[in-house]
């Protein structure tokens, strides 16, 4: 079964830092995969995606790194901002790519 | 503006009372899902549904179950909850199937609390 890892539960970060969320997964058989971001009381939201056909995705001050071999990615925030703390979740495809397994998350704390 | 709406934003329950959890999707979307989240677990999959009246098993969908009679409309039933199932339940749609890469989105939640 696919399984998602985030090995930092929080992160803090001062304004204007560069922030590196980290991810791991175990089957790649579906290489793509989604960054969302939680507010307290929120849903989560679609951040940035990446698949295999790239091994980076940049949407203005979030980038997202793909390393295939390592079953590896990670999110990039810079610079980071106080509104940017939130709880970031990896997702990667199950085994059937039918839906999104989702990683335990990690907290990110910003300080201004 | 796309919207995820969830019928209650805090539930309070007793355990072994029937609770319903409802959502509504305005987006014409084929596919919705129930999750749960509790902390340090991530987002678990409960159940999802690719077409009214469909349903397919998440990843935890004991002591839980679905309907879907209308395209927008998706309810998550405890049949007797227990206080096991206090957790924060989030609702989501997608245009089609999530291994085609199209993104989910949330509800805003319903945190339940089973006393």
């Known amino acids: 079964d696919q399984q998602v890892k985030q090995n930092s539960p929080s992160l803090s970060v001062q304004e204007g830092r560069i922030s590196i969320l980290n991810c791991d997964y175990t089957n790649s058989m579906f290489d793509y995969f989604l960054w969302y971001k939680k507010y307290p009381a929120e849903g989560p939201t679609f951040l940035i995606s990446i698949s295999s056909i790239k091994d980076k995705n940049e949407d203005g001050r979030f980038t997202v790194f793909l390393n295939k071999s390592a079953k590896h990615l990670s999110l990039h925030i810079v610079p980071s901002q106080p509104g940017d703390s939130a709880v970031y979740f990896c997702?990667?495809?199950?085994?059937?790519?039918?839906?999104?397994?989702f990683g335990p998350g990690t907290r990110l704390s910003v300080l201004p | 503006d796309v919207k995820v709406t969830q019928s209650s934003r805090y539930l309070v329950k007793r355990t072994g009372e029937k609770v319903f959890l409802e959502c509504v999707q305005d987006m014409d979307h084929e596919n919705m899902f129930w999750y749960r989240q509790d902390p340090g677990l991530g987002l678990r999959l409960i159940y999802f549904s690719y077409d009214v009246k469909m349903k397919e098993k998440g990843d935890i969908p004991e002591g839980y179950s679905v309907s879907r009679e209308k395209k927008e409309r998706f309810s998550l039933i405890l049949e007797s909850a227990s206080t096991n199932q206090t957790s924060m339940y989030l609702c989501?749609?997608?245009?089609?199937?999530?291994?085609?890469?199209?993104?989910?989105?949330f509800g805003p939640g319903t945190r339940l609390t089973v006393l």
């Open positions: 989501a749609s997608s245009k089609i199937l999530a291994g085609s890469y199209n993104e989910q989105f």
């Open positions: 997702a990667a495809p199950n085994n059937y790519g039918q839906n999104f397994v």
